[in-house]
């Protein structure tokens, strides 16, 4: 297991994929390395690539909105995705991007030792839930992997497409505030 410096120097000139050949800046992640809620998003966009932050558009935005429902911001939590590099065009990434990517965030999860894992949008979800998930349907409930508990949201841009969702994503945040309470111990300190 790489330190946190080095696995982000790593990630910063990886070339497992070709993702690397488009990219502008690898977006390792941010937050708390003490962190013990983890949220996991699928890849940068846009607005994330030009600016090496994860979640930092519109649907960053309402990611931050979110967060403040439930007492948290970028400070107490940590967020990554499941690749580091923009996929062109903000299309889905592939199978083999994420494979060859998903190394560094097993890493990242070994040096945050989350209690609990937050999934946002399905392909994040299907990568670390299970290939079957399926957010329409499963959204919001918990999974348990060794020993750490995890649960999926729509993605915050699925939110901006379909606001109809915005209703059953607050019970969901609800419900994630109250599994934080219950687990961390100083998420809210």
């Given at each position: 297991?790489?330190?946190?410096?080095?696995?982000?120097?790593?990630?910063?000139?990886?070339?497992?994929?070709?993702?690397?050949?488009?990219?502008?800046?690898?977006?390792?992640?941010?937050?708390?390395?003490?962190?013990?809620?983890?949220?996991?998003?699928?890849g940068?966009?846009?607005?994330?690539?030009?600016?090496?932050?994860?979640?930092?558009?519109?649907?960053?935005?309402?990611?931050?909105?979110?967060?403040?429902?439930?007492?948290?911001?970028?400070?107490?939590?940590?967020?990554?995705?499941?690749?580091?590099?923009?996929?062109?065009?903000n299309?889905?990434?592939?199978?083999?991007?994420?494979?060859?990517?998903?190394?560094?965030?097993?890493?990242?999860v070994?040096?945050?030792?989350?209690?609990?894992?937050?999934?946002?949008?399905?392909i994040?979800?299907?990568?670390?839930?299970?290939?079957d998930?399926?957010?329409?349907?499963?959204?919001?409930?918990?999974?348990?992997?060794?020993?750490?508990?995890?649960?999926?949201?729509?993605?915050?841009?699925?939110?901006?497409?379909?606001?109809?969702?915005?209703?059953?994503?607050?019970?969901?945040?609800?419900?994630?505030?109250a599994?934080?309470?219950?687990?961390?111990?100083?998420?809210?300190?």
């Open positions: 297991m790489l330190s946190w410096d080095a696995l982000e120097e790593e990630c910063k000139t990886c070339q497992k994929c070709s993702l690397c050949e488009t990219r502008t800046n690898v977006v390792f992640g941010r937050g708390s390395r003490n962190a013990e809620v983890l949220f996991i998003g699928e940068p966009g846009e607005q994330e690539d030009l600016s090496g932050e994860p979640f930092v558009g519109r649907a960053g935005k309402l990611l931050d909105d979110m967060l403040s429902i439930i007492d948290l911001n970028r400070s107490n939590i940590f967020i990554a995705n499941i690749v580091k590099c923009r996929p062109p065009k299309r889905d990434p592939l199978n083999a991007e994420q494979d060859a990517c998903i190394g560094h965030l097993r890493n990242q070994a040096l945050l030792r989350p209690k609990i894992i937050v999934c946002l949008g399905r994040a979800a299907q990568k670390i839930i299970g290939g998930f399926k957010i329409s349907r499963d959204h919001g409930q918990w999974y348990e992997r060794s020993g750490v508990q995890m649960m999926a949201l729509y993605h915050p841009a699925a939110l901006l497409r379909d606001p109809r969702r915005r209703p059953e994503t607050f019970v969901d945040l609800k419900t994630l505030q599994k934080i309470r219950e687990l961390c111990t100083h998420t809210y300190d």
